[in-house]
Structures are given as C-alpha cells and as structure tokens.
Nanobody, 123 residues
Framework: QVQLVESGGGLVQAGDSLRLSCVAS??????MGWFRQAPGKEREFVAA????????YSADDVKGRFTISRDNAKNTVYLQMSSLKPEDTAVYYC??????????????????WGQGTQVTVSS
C-alpha cells in the first residue's frame, strides 16, 4: 500500500523558517513534489524534484525562499521554507508519481497524495 505522510507544519511568524517532510512507503517515485492550497483557492504547485535530484522545479513566488530536496535512502522529500510570509499560509500537500514523462508543475501529473500539513504564518 502506497502512503505519503507529511509532517513539520505549524504556526510561525513572518520571516521564520519551517521544514516540511514527506515520507513515502510502498514504492519509490520518479518525481516528488509539494503543492499548497489556501482557503478558497485552487491547489497550486510549489516545488518538485526528480529522482536523481538533478531536475528541480519551483514556483516563481517561492524561488529563493523555498528549497526542495530528497533523500532516496529514506524515500523522503523535504521542503525547506524560509522568509515565510502570511501569503504562504496554506495546507501543504506532498505528491508523487512514478511516470517518466511528466509536467512536474501540473497537479494531474501526480498519482499519489499525502493528507496535508497546515502551515500558518502570522504577520
């Protein structure tokens, strides 16, 4: 059974940092990524990483602040978030796919999703 389990969310102040983790079980994946969904908004792409960590993708509004990485030995993907802003407040979801040809920024490219972890940034 495939599972993605996120952790690391919480309540922080603007300018603080957080690191999200997502542990995958049941299989390994080619692309792993993070999406987020704020209240009343669509789920949006944040960042993604290829199996060998050479291919990295990130949304424009998080570039320079968020860094995605993965540890294949632990089947885990991380999202290091710094200089957090109130507009980063959302539920953050881990996503994964084994497909070899994907549009990493597109939600429908992913086959597996975690349950989400809440990140709240106060001003």
């Amino acid at each position: 059974q495939v599972q993605l389990v996120e952790s690391g969310g919480g309540l922080v102040q603007a300018g603080d940092s957080l690191r999200l983790s997502c542990v995958a079980s049941g299989r390994t994946f080619n692309i792993m990524g993070w999406f987020r969904q704020a209240p009343g908004k669509e789920r949006e792409f944040v960042a993604a990483i290829g199996s060998n960590s050479a291919n990295l993708y990130s949304a424009d509004d998080v570039k320079g602040r968020f860094t995605i990485s993965r540890d294949n030995a632990k089947n885990t993907v991380y999202l290091q978030m710094s200089s957090l802003k109130p507009e980063d407040t959302a539920v953050y979801y881990c996503a994964a796919t084994s497909r070899t040809t994907v549009f990493a920024r597109v939600r429908t490219s992913y086959d597996y999703w975690g349950q989400g972890t809440q990140v709240t940034v106060s001003s």
